[in-house]
């Protein structure tokens, strides 16, 4: 739970401000290039470094299991996760075979994951917004430290 326990104080949780972090750092890198022009816009370049770099697979994988060890799940959240990550994935292998190669694929397992994470916790988020504050501050602690790697990633890239 980060280190406040007092409700007053919730925006000194370290695991907040890392939230608010992942979620300015692509506004930004949306906006900025509107006034520099020869930077491309996030959105654009995402779908390249989800072809192409092992870097940012890697990262969401290593969301997907933070998510996978730091909350309880239901069985049809798991089963929506785990089935859509595994569609996902197999479709992006099926896109990236022509020129990553079977061998290179094993690196790549992972990204399809990601979307499907970050959908099952924000669902959980928006059903514990009116419940305890304590599970809503878990949620998105979680949501934070899952943002943080491929989401500054995708920007750095």
């Known amino acids: 739970m980060g280190n406040c326990r007092d409700r007053s104080l919730w925006w000194r949780n370290p695991y907040l401000l890392l939230l608010a972090l992942g979620l300015a750092a692509p506004l930004f890198f949306e906006i900025a290039p509107w006034f520099t022009p020869d930077v491309m816009l996030l959105h654009g370049s995402i779908p390249m470094l989800a072809m192409m770099d092992v ?10 299991v933070l998510y996978f060890c730091l909350l309880p799940h239901s069985r049809a959240e798991l089963l929506f996760v785990v089935a859509g990550g595994v569609c996902a994935d197999a479709w992006l292998i099926s896109e990236r075979l022509n020129y990553i190669g079977a061998y290179g694929q094993l690196l790549h397992i992972g990204l399809g994951f990601y979307p499907f994470v970050l959908a099952a ?7 514990s917004w009116r419940g305890s504050g304590e599970d809503t501050l878990r949620l998105a602690e979680v949501l934070g430290l899952c943002l943080a790697m491929p989401v500054l990633y995708a920007c750095g890239g």
């Open 55 to 64: 870097n940012l697979a890697v990262a969401a994988m290593g969301s997907a």
């Open 121 to 127: 916790l924000l669902w959980r988020l928006a059903a």
